[in-house]
């Protein structure tokens, strides 16, 4: 008599478009999954980890975690074994997958985390299809492509018990978090705007799609690449590394940096939803690419005592428009600009950050400054590391700072600079409804609709 068919044994011999992958969308993990809960790891045990998305800043991250920290990398799913390569050769010993929806039922019981470090627009799927699972997720800045999915992202991790980091790494930094404690102790007053530029873009944008059709490398499945996005011929305009200059796939300089570099104002000032958000920009989308160069002005109201504030991203590499540099000089005159950086302005002072993470910060006018000695901490330090931290928390010691609570919201922020320049317009923000209320066509750019048969 034949055993019965469960829905597992039909998943598992499905075959998808021809290849040996699966029809499994993330909806069929919460069908059997939905009650997942992550493992007990004890500090003594090793983390086995997973990689979604492993070359470039995956192949960075894993290394993090597998040498560094000295957990174990047990399986590691890719679209491009090509950019994957180096990675596979660092951990021989893993498991090889094309589909991570496939490495995530296959490696279910060996898996208790997981690392996302795909393109943009895979982030949300792939994150929550691990929180899903009970998986314990590490998910590279930006968190999401769209505003909605980084809602959604930050509500799982709570549903699912799970510990989360987004890759904003600076966020470990003892000079960010001193940075914040400076900012919130009062030491340059009431702060009242904040100014944050980066050298970003450095790949093409600005651009129409590229209309040549070339064949798809035999390395590389072009259709997991595509994942949620529409479907589109395969060119090398796209991927590896240039995704983050199209709608469909990237978010731009400011998706790129601004986790970064917008970080320590935003925690500083504890920021959460703006009012309203509005775009300049070169205007040169072509409705494919973001622009060459933008300035975003963000409005946040009063919270609680703290006064509303004007935070305005300055983007464009070598292109930024003079009235960006003027505004960015006239806090820091005589300083040499760097190539990314913020100021946040109070009524007493300044503080300034040079680095991208957080690294050095300066408080101006000096002479004001004199022989300040900073606030004794209030936050807890990372003494380990970002990575570390993410680590230690999955084994139940500690949280990471960079968590989804954290890290959702600020990519929300992000992302709805996104939103404004695809609108063309300033947008008015209502954050509980997750709604613009002023201009409809902006709401279509919050949520994307998935190629089927993706769904978060």
Request: with cysteine; net charge positive; glycine share 8%.
């Amino acid at each position: 008599m034949s055993r019965k068919r469960t829905r597992r044994d039909f998943l598992r011999h499905t075959v998808y478009a021809g290849t040996s992958l699966w029809m499994l969308s993330t909806t069929g993990c919460e069908a059997f999954r939905m009650t997942a809960r992550p493992r007990r790891i004890s500090p003594h045990e090793k983390l086995n980890i997973a990689g979604i998305g492993v070359g470039g800043q995956g192949h960075g991250d894993l290394k993090e975690f597998g040498e560094k920290c000295g957990q174990n990398i047990v399986a590691l799913a890719d679209v491009d074994h090509a950019q994957a390569a180096n990675t596979f050769k660092l951990f021989p010993e893993a498991k090889r997958y094309w589909d991570f929806r496939e490495m995530l039922d296959k490696q279910d019981k060996q898996i208790d985390a997981v690392v996302v470090a795909t393109p943009d627009h895979t982030h949300a799927v792939a994150a929550m299809a691990a929180m899903r699972m009970g998986k314990h997720v590490y998910v590279e800045k930006p968190l999401t492509h769209d505003v909605y999915e980084a809602r959604m992202l930050t509500q799982a991790a709570r549903k699912y018990g799970v510990v989360t980091q987004m890759g904003n790494q600076g966020t470990a930094d003892n000079a960010l978090r001193t940075s914040v404690e400076i900012v919130r102790s009062g030491a340059i007053g009431p702060v009242r705007e904040a100014h944050v530029w980066t050298n970003r873009p450095i790949w093409p944008q600005g651009i129409p799609y590229p209309p040549e059709t070339p064949p798809v490398p035999s390395t590389l499945n072009w259709d997991l690449w595509l994942g949620t996005a529409p479907k589109r011929p395969y060119n090398p305009a796209y991927a590896p590394f240039k995704w983050r200059g199209w709608w469909d796939y990237g978010t731009g300089a400011l998706g790129d940096m601004a986790c970064h570099t917008a970080n320590m104002a935003y925690m500083a000032l504890r920021l959460g939803s703006p009012t309203s958000v509005e775009a300049e920009s070169s205007n040169d989308m072509h409705g494919a690419s973001w622009p060459t160069w933008s300035i975003i002005t963000y409005q946040f109201p009063a919270r609680g005592e703290l006064p509303p504030v004007k935070l305005v991203w300055y983007d464009g590499g070598d292109n930024k428009p003079a009235k960006a540099l003027d505004a960015i000089r006239k806090f820091i005159p005589g300083e040499e600009l760097p190539s990314s950086g913020s100021v946040v302005v109070g009524d007493k002072g300044i503080l300034y950050s040079a680095a991208n993470y957080g690294e050095g910060f300066k408080l101006l006018p000096e002479k004001d400054f004199e022989g300040y000695t900073p606030p004794a901490p209030t936050l807890p330090r990372a003494p380990k590391g970002h990575y570390q931290e993410w680590v230690d928390a999955c084994k139940g010691v500690g949280k990471p700072m960079s968590n989804f609570d954290y890290a959702g919201p600020l990519t929300e922020t992000v992302l709805l600079g996104c939103v404004a320049l695809r609108a063309g317009e300033k947008i008015i923000w209502d954050g509980p409804r997750m709604k613009v209320t002023n201009c409809p066509k902006a709401n279509d750019h919050i949520r994307r609709e998935y190629r089927k048969p993706w769904t978060l």
